[in-house]
C-alpha cells in the first residue's frame, strides 16, 4: 500500500520562504510522477507543481512559476516543495500526490497525502 505523508506546513509571514516535503513509502517511488496541489475551504483542489519521475523536468501553474521549486531525492523517497516570496493567497492545505505521469488534474494521480496547512499572513 503506498502512503504519502507531508510535513513542513505553517504559519509564515508573507515574503518568507517555506519547504514542504512529502515522503512515500510502499511502492516504487522512483516510478512515479509526483505533484503537489492545494487546496482552500469551499474550492476545488488546484495544481500547483509536477516533476517527472526522474526529476529531469518540471511544471507549474502560472500562479507560482518562480516563486516554487519542485524537486525530488528517489533515494531518499522524498519530494519537496520551495516555496519563497509567500503571499496570503498561497495559503492553502497542500497535498503531494504520485502518479504515472506529469498530469495537472487530481484525476491524473493514483495517491495521496493527508495534506500540510501552509497559512501566509500579510
Known amino acids: 500500500q503506498v502512503q504519502l505523508v507531508e510535513s513542513g506546513g505553517g504559519l509564515v509571514q508573507a515574503g518568507e520562504p517555506l519547504i514542504l516535503s512529502c515522503t512515500v513509502s510502499?511502492?516504487?517511488?522512483?516510478?512515479?510522477?509526483m505533484g503537489w496541489f492545494r487546496q482552500i475551504p469551499g474550492k476545488e483542489r488546484e495544481f500547483v507543481a509536477t516533476?517527472?519521475?526522474?526529476?529531469?523536468?518540471?511544471y507549474y501553474t502560472e500562479s507560482v512559476e518562480g516563486r516554487f521549486t519542485i524537486s525530488r531525492d528517489n533515494a531518499r523517497n522524498k519530494v519537496y516543495l520551495g516555496m519563497t516570496r509567500l503571499k496570503p493567497e498561497d495559503t492553502a492545505v497542500y497535498y503531494c500526490?504520485?502518479?504515472?505521469?506529469?498530469?495537472?488534474?487530481?484525476?491524473?494521480?493514483?495517491?495521496w497525502g493527508q495534506g500540510t496547512q501552509v497559512t501566509v499572513s500579510s
Open positions: 500526490a504520485a502518479g504515472d505521469f506529469t498530469g495537472r488534474e487530481t484525476g491524473d494521480y493514483k495517491y
Open positions: 510502499g511502492g516504487t517511488f522512483s516510478s512515479y510522477a
Open positions: 516533476i517527472t519521475w526522474s526529476g529531469g523536468s518540471s
